[in-house]
């Protein structure tokens, strides 16, 4: 209350005693000033870095294994012609054994990439190696008669890459 009644009389220094209060507030406003420019203590600084710090030690792993996934999904997309022709060639009677890399239906080995460094497909079974960004993971994908449904398994399991 008393700093808004100073506000007030800081607009109307008429009086000699109202002039008094007016230089008052006007000492009050300027310190105020220099103490909002005095900026942040050692403490505040300490406390902020450490929040930052906590933050970056939880974050950066989930993004690290986040970046993996994101990476691998490339490698489980390389698949899905693969899958597609050797459930065509099983469903029209071609014995698993003879489904390899070429033949038939199935697509030749796919080209390299950033993510990717190989596909083949030996007696029907899928087989995509992703590169060193990673770790040379596998996903390996095995048919069941009708190729309908297929089983997962390879490397990529064992660090959460792949869902089986």
């Known amino acids: 209350m008393f700093i808004i009644v100073l506000k007030k009389l800081s607009n109307k220094c008429e009086t000699y005693y109202r002039k008094i209060k007016c230089h ?12 909002f420019i005095a900026g942040f203590t050692l403490l505040e600084l ?3 870095i450490t929040i930052i710090g906590i933050l970056t030690a ?9 970046l993996k996934k ?26 698993q054994s003879q489904l390899n890399t070429g033949k038939y239906d199935i697509p030749k ?15 029907g079974v899928i ?5 060193k960004r990673i770790d ?6 095995t048919p069941d008669a009708t190729g309908s449904h297929w089983k997962i398994s390879g490397t990529c399991l064992s ?5 089986s």
């Open 24 to 35: 008052f507030s006007n000492i009050l406003l300027k310190n105020s000033y220099i103490k």
């Open 46 to 48: 300490l406390i902020a």
């Open 58 to 66: 939880i974050a950066l792993p989930s993004y690290e294994r986040y």
């Open 70 to 95: 994101a990476r691998f999904s490339e490698v489980i997309l390389a698949t899905e012609p693969y899958k597609t022709a050797i459930a065509l060639d099983l469903q029209d009677g071609i014995a």
């Open 109 to 123: 080995q796919a080209s390299a990439t950033e993510n990717l460094q190989s596909v083949t497909v030996t007696n």
């Open 127 to 131: 087989t995509a190696v992703a590169t």
């Open 136 to 141: 040379n993971k596998t996903y390996i994908l």
């Open 159 to 163: 660090v959460g890459l792949c869902r």
